[in-house]
């Protein structure tokens, strides 16, 4: 059997280090705010928020916190003195409500934040990567493994009497206090330990609905049904901005942790020799396929941020990661569909009004071919099912 939330929390042991040097002034005030008595859990959000909105690299991550594109879910250290139950079903509530306005265009993001300075103050090591393995088997319901990408669904369905929807699949990251200053910096956030999901595909589309509803709702003179401002409306914006924040990586204690590269020479080198769209002129001669990363940036929980070591230590791999889920529209590449464009999961047919179209039948039959695998009907989303009250 598992050991509990609380079992593994009474167990951190402080991290001397930390003791010494403190936190950045951003992150120590962020903390300062987050660990105040009596602080409301909107109260949490907004200082969170705040943050994120100013310091957190992510520029998706940026954008949707200024636009309230991020639903939260905040533990306190009394919750996590709760049988992990308690804290099971605090989370799911949350996680219910987030899939609600997922599916109404309103929220692409989510994050899971454990406040507690026992946890922002602890070494990290083999307790504290227990602790953050035992916490997302709560969220996600699954074992949860390091050095993986573990995944999350996200549905978004346009208006209109088709009632078209689409599922997004998103990785789900770690982030904690104990990364500020390390070399893993770019993973920090104030407060403690945090789960987050973000989904690119689900955001943009949502955008381009919000755009073109206000302007309907403009053209008619209907009253305005406050869709959320839209930021990001295209894939080819969402490249662009998945290229800079890449570039804008902290320099940490050991360099930058994640880096753009040059274009070949060759580009038939490339999947795509020419980029498919218009890139801003810092990223013209930079490679829109892959980059490289000294930690994987897909891989929920990293072995490496559960070393105590301040240096990023010699000997660990480095990896080669895509973009190309963006825009490379290929059955070879199912991430741009399930990842970047979003999967049509829905249209009306019976009673229920659940089904696969033609084209996703024929598209999972081609994923069958290249040994990917198949989708299920969408009666079968139990969360998102549960989520509508259907």
């Known amino acids: 059997m598992a050991d509990s939330i609380l079992h593994l929390y009474s167990q951190l042991e402080p991290d001397g280090w930390r003791e010494r040097v403190g936190f950045s002034p951003e992150v120590e005030e962020a903390n300062r705010r987050l660990y105040a008595p009596g602080i409301t859990d909107a109260e949490a959000e907004q200082a969170l928020g705040t943050w994120l909105q100013k310091h957190q690299p992510c520029l998706f ?24 139950e308690f804290i099971k079903d605090k989370i799911q509530a949350a996680r219910l409500a987030w899939t609600r306005d997922g599916f109404d265009g309103k929220k692409s993001a989510l994050i899971i934040l454990a406040v507690s300075p026992r946890i922002g103050n602890a070494l990290p090591g083999p307790t504290m990567r227990e602790l953050a393995r035992r916490l997302c088997h709560l969220y996600l319901e699954e074992d949860i493994e390091t050095d993986y990408a573990h995944l999350e669904q996200i549905y978004l369905q346009k208006p209109g009497a088709r009632m078209t929807t689409w599922k997004w699949f998103a990785g789900v990251n770690y982030f904690c206090a104990q990364g500020d200053k390390r070399w893993w910096q770019d993973h920090r956030i104030p407060g403690g330990m945090a789960f987050s999901v973000n989904s690119v595909g689900h955001l943009v589309k949502s955008g381009m609905i919000a755009k073109a509803m206000n302007e309907l709702d403009g053209l008619t003179g209907a009253p305005n049904e406050d869709y959320p401002e839209a930021k990001i409306d295209s894939l080819a914006k969402a490249l662009d901005l998945a290229m800079r924040t890449i570039d804008k990586a902290s320099v940490a204690v050991s360099g930058k942790a994640t880096e753009l590269l040059p274009l070949p020479d060759d580009h038939s ?26 930690y994987h940036t897909d891989h929920t929980l990293p072995s490496e941020y559960f070393l105590p070591g301040i240096e990023r230590p010699d000997g660990l791999k480095v990896h080669s990661l895509d973009f190309t889920y963006l825009f ?27 089904a696969l179209t033609f084209n996703e039948r024929r598209y999972l ?23 509508l009250g259907r």
């Open 269 to 294: 080198e490339l999947p795509i020799p020419e980029c498919p769209v218009k890139l801003s002129d810092a990223m013209l001669d930079k490679n829109f396929c892959e980059y490289r990363g000294r």
């Open 365 to 387: 039959q081609l994923k069958q071919l290249t040994g990917e695998e198949e989708e299920g009907l969408i009666s079968e989303h139990t969360r998102l099912r549960i989520a």
């Open 61 to 84: 991550g940026r954008i949707a916190a200024k636009l309230d594109g991020i639903s939260y879910c905040i533990l306190r250290e009394a919750d996590l003195e709760r049988p992990d």
């Open 328 to 354: 490379h529209k290929s059955i070879t590449n199912p991430d741009f569909k399930l990842m970047g464009e979003g999967h049509q999961i829905r249209r009306i047919d019976g009673d229920d009004g659940f």
